[in-house]
């Protein structure tokens, strides 16, 4: 059974270009969320995504997008980014059906030059 | 505003040792989770903790929740070398919508 997957694993950009993460949940789970890991910190939650819509939203601007497919696999676009934006992108998810713990995608490691 | 704060975060112990990381939160949640994460590495998922007086082991990593006090412990007995890690704490609010990390307790234990 294949855990979360992520691609592309590295991802160098410049200032003012847009990117897209991708992500494929865990078998049996319908919910997928976003963080952005900066350097040093603890994960920041994007958003989270369940039947296709934005079920919830962290404090990030809307340059920051997504989307969930019927597959349950789901992107994260960001547009005009900024130097700020380098980070690694986790992807996670989970079964609607509470009390499931959240599986940790491996990332996808974002660079702004 | 849901806040998560750990102490320490950095710590530094001789294997052998035994020692507690503490997770406060500012309201209250639904679930409280622990995860580990490795140098360059994603988070690992350690415990989910679900109600007040809630305890998990696993191995050398012992888990409680105090939903009275917003507190929880992760505590370490006789560490060893792979034990070294960041580890985080993480609350949600509504039932998985909205998970806030704490800002990671990095541990290194030596020989």
């Known amino acids: 059974d294949a855990g979360v997957t992520q691609s592309p694993t590295h991802l160098i950009k410049t200032r003012g270009q847009q990117v897209t993460l991708r992500c494929s949940p865990k078998?049996?789970?319908?919910?997928v969320s976003w963080y952005q890991q900066a350097l040093g910190q603890g994960p920041q939650f994007i958003f989270q995504y369940y039947e296709e819509e934005e079920r919830q939203r962290g404090n990030f601007p809307d340059r920051f997008s997504g989307h969930q497919y019927p597959n349950y696999s789901s992107e994260l676009n960001v547009n005009a980014l900024l130097l700020g934006d380098s980070a690694l992108y986790l992807c996670?998810?989970?079964?609607?059906?509470?009390?499931?713990?959240?599986?940790f995608g491996p990332g996808t490691r974002l660079l702004v030059l | 505003e849901l806040k998560v704060e750990q102490n320490p975060l950095f710590l530094s112990m001789q294997e052998g040792k035994n020692y507690t990381i503490y997770c406060n939160y500012s309201?209250?949640?639904?679930?409280l989770y622990w995860y580990r994460q490795d140098p360059g590495k994603s988070l690992e998922s350690l415990f989910v903790?679900?109600?007040?007086?809630a305890v998990k082991q696993e191995g050398r990593l012992m888990a409680s929740l105090d939903t009275k006090a917003r507190l929880s412990t992760l505590h370490i007995t006789a560490a060893v070398h792979d034990l070294s890690a960041t580890y985080f704490c993480?609350?949600?609010?509504?039932?998985?919508?909205?998970?806030?990390f704490g800002p990671g307790t990095r541990l290194s234990v030596l020989p």
């Open positions: 309201t209250t949640s639904d679930r």
């Open positions: 996670a998810s989970s079964a609607l059906a509470g009390g499931e713990t959240q599986y």
């Open positions: 993480a609350v949600s609010h509504n039932y998985g919508q909205n998970f806030v």
């Open positions: 078998s049996g789970h319908d919910t």
């Open positions: 903790l679900l109600s007040n007086g």
